[in-house]
């Protein structure tokens, strides 16, 4: 009886042996992570998280996947280190390489107990059986075999335990902000010396802001009550409403995060290290 009793009260304290998933921080995490942007065709209305949003990029046109719990269509036949594998080292679960427009190379550093609460969640929604688009990617970028090379040098797995600070955590590693604030190099990898300074060829081939607290090209002028407001709302210092691809970040993102959440991320950014990059707008 003892050992029985051992026995339950290590399955209990295992890490990872028995998970106990919190759908409403799975839901949060969703909106931390702005999936519905990516994958929900929103300008044509199409179902939530069922795929088929155009993702414009230098290299051509990518379509985000369904990822509702469909069987066949979705992930639905995703097991936990199916999806932990996809998010931490873009493979899919046969074997594949994921194309970077897939973000993983941020979401890499998202923990396991929230990656696990996000599958939970997803899964809790209704199966959308809708096939993927397929990508309209110009040669020889839509092949998958280079992409072992490529992530050889511009991947490095998490997650990263020494990231711990909220706020980084919420803009690098959930938010993916640097995805399109930070310019790209020919092979498209982010260059690190310029992180968060902008890009002129942001999402969509349009221009990202420099959002470092560089004060005549980023956002040093602003106060931390203009960058909360601005996460929350989409309203910029000067009275703007933002549009495009930020416009839905804050609307299914960073406008369902807690003030708490908000006041992290901008903590984050006015630490940055000022970098001059003034963005032109198109």
């Known amino acids: 009886?003892?050992?029985?009793?051992?026995?339950?009260?290590?399955l209990i304290a295992a890490p990872g042996a028995v998970w106990?998933?919190?759908?409403?921080?799975?839901?949060?995490?969703?909106?931390?992570?702005?999936?519905?942007?990516?994958?929900t065709d929103l300008k044509n209305k199409g179902p939530l998280l069922a795929g088929g949003r155009a993702l414009k990029t230098p290299f051509g046109t990518f379509y985000g996947p369904n990822i509702t719990p469909d069987k066949e269509t979705g992930i639905?036949?995703?097991?936990?280190?199916?999806?932990?594998?996809?998010?931490?080292?873009?493979?899919?679960?046969?074997g594949e390489h994921y194309f970077p427009v897939f973000?993983?190379?941020?979401?890499?550093?998202?923990?396991?107990?929230?990656?696990?609460?996000?599958?939970?969640?997803?899964?809790?929604?209704?199966?959308?059986?809708?096939?993927?688009?397929?990508?309209?990617?110009?040669?020889p970028f839509g092949y998958r075999f280079p992409l072992f090379g490529w992530k050889l040098l511009n991947f490095r797995q998490g997650p990263d335990a020494a990231d711990a600070d909220r706020g980084s955590y919420l803009a690098n590693a959930l938010g993916h902000c640097a995805e399109c604030h930070t310019q790209r190099n020919v092979m498209g990898a982010l260059k690190r010396p310029m992180w968060m300074a902008g890009s002129q060829d942001g999402a969509e081939g349009k221009p990202a802001p420099n959002i470092t607290p560089d004060k005549e090209t980023g956002i040093g002028e602003w106060t931390v009550r203009d960058l909360t407001y601005f996460l929350e709302t989409g309203t910029t210092r000067e009275g703007d409403v933002v549009?495009?691809?930020?416009?839905?970040?804050?609307?299914?993102?960073?406008?369902?995060?807690?003030?708490?959440?908000?006041q992290a991320m901008t903590a984050y950014l006015r630490a940055l290290p000022p970098i001059a990059n003034k963005i032109k707008r198109k």
């Open 20 to 39: 106990a998933a919190d759908l409403a921080r799975g839901k949060y995490l969703l909106h931390a992570g702005n999936c519905i942007s990516c994958h």
């Open 1 to 10: 009886m003892r050992r029985f009793l051992l026995a339950t009260l290590f």
């Open 103 to 139: 973000p993983y190379t941020s979401f890499t550093r998202i923990t396991d107990a929230d990656l696990l609460d996000l599958k939970a969640y997803l899964f809790s929604l209704a199966p959308v059986k809708r096939a993927n688009t397929p990508h309209d990617v110009a040669f």
């Open 243 to 262: 549009g495009g691809l930020m416009a839905e970040v804050v609307e299914h993102g960073t406008g369902h995060l807690s003030e708490a959440d908000r």
């Open 76 to 94: 639905g036949a995703w097991s936990d280190a199916d999806f932990i594998r996809a998010l931490r080292q873009g493979v899919s679960p046969k």
